[in-house]
């Protein structure tokens, strides 16, 4: 057996797997090109065994270290795929490869409960398996919806999304279902039968895109007639599916469709994150900002404003360089979102932050208490260690507008200023 250890770099655009994977293949050169692909890809330990006997070793002493078997069907000392019995006996989740496709044999594998069955015929396939480890890890933090009047067909379909790790609530009527999305704001997919008592699916699948769009709540029609497939497009569905489906079919749509949403929701962390601190920036904030100002001011609820600045940002930048500049705007970031995380945060643009509190009372006190924090949590650059500071300017009049409330934080920040930095100031003061 081999193992290909973790290195401490990034494993990429991802995250990585919450265990490791247990490999195991007899030829040596596919083992290896394997092991390499899924460790350079999650930053995973691979282990890996090249024959029954190895498994069964190793299942004995760690099994619980292994997020999911990644298994060829046949070995030396075990032809007839025993080895997928034995992973699964184990608890493992298993992804089964093999190099010769069998009907029988296929039919028989994913009875088991295997996570997929792959044909090692070509390079496609390896990448093909790394990217559904990932697309397990993801789907353990997903919620789907089955929504069909049929208990049995909802039970079967729970089953096999369950086999993909993913999380599946099932309702059994259109009215069941939009309670269910009501109360888990978190639903990611939902399978959508036409024919149901109550509200069918056409009038369901209605009302959910009056509340959310393709971007946000994927939408795959069902019904036993392909004569539905058009008007479920048109009223809003991302995708449709035919019954009856078998479980390829199903796992390969409800996966492609959870890409999509996963690809957009990229695009949106993108468009509305700051680059470099991961906070929210000057669009995400006006945006959000505005719509959450305008929900308080319509239920009487006061808000405060806040602007702020790392006190001689550029004599950092010009004595360390942009790079060490970054690490202070990385730094001032961390402390920003563990002291602020429940408020709205963003970085406005250089060393510029702003907040919006929800929680008008407490907000003086808790940007005093940031200030302190501030100047006794130092930062290094290199072999530096250097102290820092931060003026505050605070709005916290009751306005109808929240520009002009921005405006009046930022009066305060520029006395704050003039008064000697490290410091808040609340615009009261200005006037």
């Known amino acids: 057996m081999t193992i290909i250890r973790s290195s401490t770099r990034n494993p990429?655009?991802?995250?990585?797997?919450?265990?490791?994977?247990?490999?195991?293949?007899?030829?040596?050169?596919?083992?290896?090109?394997?092991?390499?692909?899924?460790?350079?890809?999650?930053?995973?330990?691979?282990?890996?065994?090249?024959?029954?006997?190895q498994v069964q070793t190793i299942l004995a002493q760690q099994r619980h270290r292994f997020f999911v078997a990644v298994s060829d069907l046949?070995?030396?000392?075990?032809?007839?795929?025993?080895?997928?019995?034995?992973?699964?006996?184990?608890?493992?989740?298993?992804?089964?490869?093999?190099?010769?496709?069998?009907?029988?044999?296929?039919?028989?594998?994913?009875?088991?409960?295997?996570?997929?069955?792959?044909?090692?015929?070509?390079?496609?396939?390896?990448?093909?398996?790394?990217?559904?480890?990932?697309?397990?890890?993801?789907?353990?933090q997903t919620k789907v919806l089955v929504v069909d009047d049929s208990e049995t067909f909802c039970s079967i379909m729970a089953a096999m999304l369950r086999v993909q790790g993913l999380q599946v609530l099932t309702a059994h009527d259109g009215v069941a279902?939009?309670?269910?999305?009501?109360?888990?704001?978190?639903?990611?997919?939902v399978l959508l039968d036409y024919a149901m008592p109550n509200l069918d699916g056409f009038s369901l699948l209605s009302q959910l895109r009056r509340k959310q769009g393709k971007d946000t709540l994927a939408v795959?029609?069902?019904?036993?007639?392909?004569?539905?497939?058009?008007?479920?497009?048109?009223?809003?569905?991302?995708?449709?599916?035919?019954?009856?489906?078998?479980?390829?079919?199903?796992?390969?749509?409800?996966?492609?469709n959870l890409e999509m949403q996963e690809s957009l929701e990229a695009v949106r962390y993108v468009a509305y994150h700051d680059y470099l601190t991961?906070?929210?920036?000057?669009?995400?904030?006006?945006?959000?900002?505005?719509?959450?100002?305008?929900?308080?001011?319509?239920?009487?609820?006061?808000?405060?404003?806040?602007?702020?600045?790392?006190?001689?940002?550029?004599?950092?930048?010009?004595?360390?360089?942009?790079?060490?500049?970054?690490?202070?705007?990385?730094?001032?970031?961390?402390?920003?979102?563990?002291?602020?995380?429940?408020?709205?945060?963003?970085?406005?643009?250089?060393e510029e932050f702003a907040i919006l509190f929800t929680d008008a009372e407490q907000a003086l006190e808790r940007c005093e208490r940031f200030c302190a924090l501030v100047s006794d949590a130092q930062v290094t650059i290199g072999k530096q260690t250097i102290a820092l500071t931060v003026s505050i300017g605070l709005a916290t009049k009751p306005h109808t507008n929240l520009d002009e409330m921005l405006k009046l934080a930022d009066a305060a920040l520029y006395l704050a200023k003039e008064q000697g930095r490290n410091r808040v100031v609340v615009s009261d003061a200005v006037a």
Request: hydrophobic share 45%; with cysteine; proline share 1%.
């Open 220 to 256: 795959i029609g069902m019904a036993a007639s392909g004569n539905l497939t058009a008007q479920f497009l048109k009223l809003g569905a991302n995708d449709f599916i035919s019954k009856p489906f078998n479980y390829e079919e199903l796992v390969c749509r409800v996966s492609q």
């Open 177 to 189: 279902a939009l309670t269910l999305l009501d109360q888990q704001r978190d639903i990611k997919l």
């Open 12 to 53: 990429g655009r991802a995250e990585r797997i919450d265990g490791d994977i247990l490999l195991v293949e007899d030829q040596r050169s596919l083992a290896e090109m394997t092991a390499r692909m899924l460790h350079q890809r999650w930053g995973c330990h691979v282990l890996i065994a090249t024959s029954l006997q």
């Open 74 to 140: 046949n070995l030396p000392d075990a032809h007839h795929g025993e080895v997928i019995d034995v992973l699964l006996a184990a608890n493992l989740r298993v992804i089964a490869m093999t190099a010769m496709f069998d009907d029988e044999m296929h039919d028989q594998i994913l009875k088991k409960g295997v996570i997929d069955y792959v044909l090692k015929n070509s390079i496609n396939a390896y990448e093909y398996i790394v990217e559904l480890v990932g697309r397990l890890q993801r789907n353990m």
């Open 278 to 350: 991961g906070l929210l920036n000057r669009r995400a904030f006006f945006e959000q900002g505005g719509k959450l100002f305008k929900e308080k001011l319509e239920t009487g609820q006061a808000m405060v404003a806040a602007m702020m600045d790392i006190d001689f940002f550029k004599k950092i930048n010009d004595r360390y360089g942009h790079d060490g500049g970054d690490v202070v705007l990385k730094h001032f970031a961390t402390l920003l979102g563990a002291h602020f995380g429940s408020e709205l945060v963003a970085r406005i643009g250089g």
